[in-house]
């Protein structure tokens, strides 16, 4: 079956900090692959995406590539701020039919202190 | 206006009860799910719906019934509740055949 691991949390970085949140994942077929992002006592927003091998998702400084040879999907922010403090998930997509089936990494806590 | 709602935000119950979650999409969206995120923050899948149709039906206890009246609403029943059950439940939606899926904002459920 599908699975997804992540780099386990929490993490503390400093403001402007470099972040890397690593993930890899076991999939049949051609996933495609998520980052979201769980701002305290919110529900999940995407924060980026990719759908095919060597794409580059980006969105707010945040940027993802879809490395097949190594199944990673890896988060990176070059500078970090003080409101990027939230958990941050990695999930690939499966088609199951009509249904597009999420299977999310554990989670990764970040904070980051001014 | 929201994309997606749900209904209770908090919800506080003893065991045993009976209790239901209400979701709400206002995108067009034709498919719904439901998912449950423990404590340690982990997300589980526990059913999605197309066109108010039961497309995936996780290991979840018989008495987590979903109810999809029509394509924007999915809610949430459950019976005999226990207290395994106390979790931050999560609604989205997605347009059939497209990736991303929306979330709502959670329904912490507290059994006592």
Redesign the interface.
């Known amino acids: 079956g599908n699975s997804v691991t992540q780099m386990e949390g929490p993490v503390t970085l400093s403001e402007e900090a470099f972040l890397t949140i690593n993930c890899t994942y076991t999939a049949t077929g051609y996933p495609s692959l998520f980052w979201y992002v769980q701002y305290p006592g919110e529900g999940l927003q995407l924060l980026l995406k990719a759908t095919k091998a060597d794409d580059k998702g980006s969105n707010k400084g945040f940027e993802a590539t879809y490395r097949k040879e190594t199944t990673s999907f890896h988060l990176e922010k070059g500078s970090v701020q003080v409101s990027d403090s939230a958990v941050y998930f990695c999930a690939l997509s499966d088609a199951s039919g009509s249904a597009r089936q999420l299977t999310f990494g554990s989670g990764t806590q970040l904070t980051v202190l001014p | 206006d929201t994309a ?1 709602s749900q209904t209770p935000k908090y919800l506080v119950t003893q065991m045993g009860n009976d209790k239901s979650i209400k979701c709400e999409q206002n995108l067009g969206h034709d ?1 719904m ?1 439901w998912y449950k995120q423990d404590s ?6 526990m059913f ?4 108010k149709e039961l ?2 039906n996780e290991t979840v206890p018989n008495r987590f019934s979903p109810k999809s009246p029509d394509k924007a609403h999915l809610n949430l029943h459950i019976n005999s509740l226990e207290l395994g059950d106390s979790a931050v439940y ?1 609604c ?1 939606s ?1 347009r ?11 329904t912490r459920l507290t059994v006592l």
């Open positions: 997606v498919t799910y340690k923050k982990f997300l589980k899948i999605s719906y197309n066109n497309i995936i999560f989205a997605s059939g055949g497209v990736d991303e899926q929306f979330f709502g904002p959670g």
